[in-house]
């Protein structure tokens, strides 16, 4: 079953790292200008419910290391599952309708 996801990128620190030529982009023969995006999907959700994060690629010299840790990536978002808001009706929740006025 297909399952649908919500949730935001920080726009900014996308913007920011895209002038600043750190990240890999792609001008397509027409014109248009990519970048790819890495979506990682998580066997359980973190603390703020979000399961998964989105990160796109850096450039090559702009790879670090951290803590022993290579970093290739910029993070910049997550995603939670959607939640279905519809709450499904039952016929008493037409009981009370006045429908007199109806021309049919």
């Known amino acids: 079953m297909s399952q649908s996801y919500f949730g935001s990128i ?3 620190k996308l913007m920011t ?3 600043a ?3 890999k982009t792609y001008r397509t023969e027409s014109g248009k ?6 979506i990682y999907v998580n066997d359980n959700p973190d603390q703020y419910g979000n399961i998964a994060s989105v990160s796109v690629p850096l450039k090559e010299e702009f790879h670090t290391e951290e803590n022993g840790k290579k970093i290739n990536k910029l993070y910049i978002g997550n995603l939670k599952p959607s939640e279905n808001s519809i709450t499904e009706g ?12 109806l021309p049919f």
Not at 33 to 38: D, E, F, G, T, Y
């Open 33 to 38: 200008r990519l970048v790819n995006i890495n």
């Open 90 to 101: 039952s016929g008493q929740d037409f009981q009370n309708d006045d429908d007199d006025d």
């Open 21 to 23: 030529g750190r990240l």
């Open 10 to 12: 920080d726009f900014d």
């Open 17 to 19: 790292d895209l002038k």
